[in-house]
C-alpha cells in the first residue's frame, strides 16, 4: 500500500534511464490535498547531498505538494552544479503539477560525486507525471530502490479520533498512516542513502507532524546501526493530506508514525546486503537513556563482534570490551549479558556455559544490563560478514 | 636484539603449556640494573584484565625489577581469581629472581574470560628464570606472539649526551633503546591485546622516562586504528637501568624512545591478520592536533572505506562521510582528498579522475586537506577483507 495507503495522495515510479540497468529509478509522491502540512528529518552528516539542502530549505514553511525521488545517483559532492540540478529536478516537477517549486522535495539516491544525466532525469520527471495514480505506492517504492533486495512499505491505520491505531492493510474508515523505504543507513554497497517517505489523510498540523516524526525517527531509523556509516542522503519525509477529515488525537498518532518507522526500519535491518544475521542489543539497567544508547551503539559497531556472532561464537568478551570504551555510569565487575537468553557473563565475568547459546538463526538478542538505574535504549544491527567486504569492494561509490 | 640490546637487562621465553600448540607462550625480561625506573601506559578501557590492574598499581612507585608476560590467555574477565592469579605470577616471578612482587609488572594476552592454568604458569616462570640471559630478548619476543605471523623488535641507539639518536642495530658505545610488541590493537583473533616491552641502558629517571613514553605512545601506538577496537590488557612498559652510565639529553632520548614506539607500530599495522593493505590516513590543514585526529579515525573506522580500498577503488565520497561525521572545523565545500598522490576530490567534489591512482601495492596514503589551519596527524589502519571476517568468525574469544 505503502505511499497511497492514506487517502489524498497519488504516486508513480517508471524508468527513465539513469540506472544502466533500465531498472525503475525515479518516483513521485504527490499530496492532492486538501492539507499540505508535511514535517521531515535529514541526515546529521556535515557533508550533504544537493537534494538535502534543497529540501531543507523547502520544508522550512512545513508544506509540501510533492516529493521527486531518483535512485542511480546520489548527487552528493557535486559542487555548484549539483546543487542547480537539485532545483532544476523541483522546478520540472512543479511544473508537471503546476505547483511552486518551493512546494517540492527532492531525494536522491545512487553514486556519490557523479552528476545525474539531466536530460533524462527531466525526462523521466515528465513521464512520472503522467503514471501517477492511486494505486501508484508500490512503483514508487519500486523506483527508489538500489541495491535493496524487495521493495519495503509499511501502513497502520487509526478509526477516529478515539481509538487507537490499529496494524493491518489498507485505509480504515478513520485514518492511515503509509510509508516506504529503501536502504539501510550506508550499509548497502554503492549506494549513499536511507529514504524514507511517509504519508497520512489524517488532518494534522505541521509542528505535530514534526513533533510526531522526531519522536519516532529517534527511536527507530537513528537506532539502527548497521554499519556504523552516516550517509550523506537520509532524508525521512512525512506529509499529510487530511483527506480523512480525521482530526486524531496526537498521541495516537505519534503511535501510528512509530509503529510504520520501526516496521520499516525492521525491514531494512532484515535487507541489509551480506548480512546473515539481525542482531537486537537491548541494553536495560543504563542510568540514563544516553547512556545506554551510547553503549548499545559502541557494541553495535564492535566489528570483532560482528565477526564473531557471525561466526555462531556468543563471544561476551567483545561485547564487555566494546562497554569498556564507553564513559557510561557502569561498574566493571557488575555487568551482566544473555545472548539469546543466556547469561554467558555475570559479575563482568563468565556466567552460563557458550555452549548453552544457540546462534544458528538470523535473529540474534545480545542483552546488556548496566545495573545502575532504570533506563534502556535497543539498537538494531547486522552481523559482519565475508559478503559484507565482497559486495562493498566489488562496486565503485 | 629486542628487550636486551641495552645492557643491563636479561630475558628468555620458553613454553610452559598454556597454549595447546606447544608454542612459546612465557616471557621474563629483567632489569639487573644498577638502576630500575620505569614507565607504563595501559589501556584506556574502562574494562581492565587483572594483570593490567596489578602492573598499574605496582608502576606507582616508578620502578621494576622485572616483566613477566604470558599469552594463550589474557586473565580478562576473570573475576577475583584473575586478581589473585596475577598476583601470584609477580609473586612467583619474585621469588625465582630473590626481588619483591611489587617490582614485577604482569602482562597477559589471549583468550578472555578464561582462567589460567596456574599450576603451568608458575611451572613455567621457573623454567624461564633458568633460562634468562643476555641473549634472550628474541626467545621473549616470540613467546608473548598469539596469532602473530613474525615477532617484532626494534632498537635505536645514541652515542652520547650530546649527539642524537642513531638508528641501526646493536647497542652502541653510548645508550640504546631497544623493544619487544605483539598484536595490533585487538585486530588479531582470539587475542586481546597489544603489548610492548621497551628497555634502555640510559640513566634517565622515571619522570623523564615517563615523558618520554606517553609523548611516544600518543603519536605512534595511539595512531594505530586497525579495527577501531580497544582492548582490555594494552600494555607498553619502558625500564631504564642505567648500565651505560651516559645520561642523555631529555629531547634526544624522547626522540629516540618515539622512534622505537613507531617502528614497532608499523610492525603492528603491517602483521594486521587478515589485511591486505595498510592505509596511511594523513589530515593536514586542520584547526587543531586534535581535529587531525578526530578525522582520521573517523575515516580509519569507515568499513565502507576500507572495503573499497580492499577493492582497489580510490572512493573519496567515502572518506567525506566519514569527515562529515565529525565535529571538526572545516567548509564541506572546501574539503580535498587525495589518495596515493592523485587529488581524487577538490572542493569538496570530483577532482582528478579516479582512474589515476594506482592502489595495486600494499602501501596506501589517503591525505586529506581540512583547508582550516595548520595542524596535522597521521592515523594508520588496515583494509577491511574477507579474510578478517574468516579469522575473527572462525575463532573463539
Redesign the interface.
Known amino acids: 500500500m505503502s505511499v497511497t495507503a492514506a487517502r489524498g495522495f497519488t504516486a508513480s515510479g517508471v524508468s527513465a534511464g539513469i540506472k544502466d540497468s533500465g531498472a525503475p529509478d525515479l518516483a513521485l509522491v504527490v499530496n492532492r490535498g486538501p492539507s499540505y502540512a508535511a514535517a521531515a528529518v535529514f541526515t ?5 547531498a544537493a537534494p538535502v539542502r534543497w529540501s531543507r530549505r523547502v520544508i522550512g514553511d512545513g508544506a509540501l505538494a510533492a516529493v521527486v525521488l531518483n535512485s542511480g545517483g546520489a548527487n ?4 555548484p552544479a ?1 546543487e542547480d540540478d537539485a532545483r532544476a529536478m523541483a522546478e520540472r516537477t512543479a511544473r508537471a503539477l503546476r505547483v511552486e517549486a518551493e512546494q517540492v522535495a527532492v531525494c536522491s539516491t545512487g ?4 552528476p545525474l544525466p539531466m536530460d533524462r532525469v527531466t525526462a523521466g520527471i515528465d513521464a512520472a507525471a503522467a503514471e501517477l495514480s492511486e494505486d501508484g505506492g508500490e512503483a514508487a517504492a519500486i523506483a527508489i530502490k538500489t541495491t535493496d533486495s524487495v521493495h519495503k512499505t509499511a501502513v497502520a491505520s487509526g478509526s477516529g479520533p478515539d481509538s487507537g491505531p490499529r496494524s493491518g492493510s489498507g485505509p480504515g474508515p478513520g485514518w492511515t498512516v503509509g510509508g516506504m523505504a529503501k536502504g539501510a543507513g ?1 550499509l548497502a554497497p554503492g549506494l ?1 542513502t536511507m529514504l524514507v517517505v511517509l504519508t497520512t489523510d489524517a488532518d494534522v498540523s505541521a509542528p505535530t507532524l514534526d513533533s510526531a516524526l522526531r519522536q519516532a525517527v529517534r527511536t527507530t531509523f537513528d537506532r539502527v546501526d548497521s ?6 542522503n537520509d532524508t525521512v519525509l512525512l506529509l499529510a493530506s487530511g483527506a480523512s477529515g480525521v482530526r486524531p488525537d496526537p498521541a495516537e498518532f505519534a503511535e501510528a508514525v512509530h509503529g510504520v518507522c520501526l516496521d520499516l526500519a525492521l525491514r531494512l535491518v532484515a535487507d541489509a546486503e551480506g548480512a546473515s544475521k539481525e542482531i537486537e542489543v537491548r541494553v536495560v539497567g543504563a542510568a540514563s537513556e544516553q547512556d545506554a544508547v551510547t553503549v548499545g551503539r559502541s557494541i553495535a ?4 563482534l560482528k ?2 556472532l ?2 555462531e ?1 556468543p ?4 561485547v ?7 564513559s557510561a555510569v ?1 561498574d ?2 557488575r ?1 551482566d549479558v544473555s545472548i539469546n537468553g543466556v547469561r554467558v ?1 555475570r ?4 556466567g552460563e556455559p557458550r555452549d548453552k547459546v544457540d546462534l544458528s538463526g538470523r535473529a540474534v538478542t545480545v542483552t546488556v544490563d548496566l545495573r545502575s538505574g532504570d533506563a534502556s535504549a535497543t539498537i538494531w544491527t547486522n552481523d ?3 559478503a ?3 559486495e ?6
Open positions: 546529521s552528516n556535515r557533508v550533504q552528493a559532492c557535486t559542487g549539483g553514486l556519490i560525486g557523479v550506508m549513499a554499519d556504523g556509516c552516516m550517509s550523506t559497531r564492535n566489528n570483532l565477526c564473531a557471525h561466526g561464537d563471544n561476551w568478551g567483545r564487555l570490551s566494546a562497554i569498556g570504551t564507553t557502569f566493571p565487575d555487568l557473563c559479575d563482568g565475568a563468565a559482519l560478514t565475508a559484507y567486504v565482497h562493498n569492494s566489488a562496486y565503485s561509490s
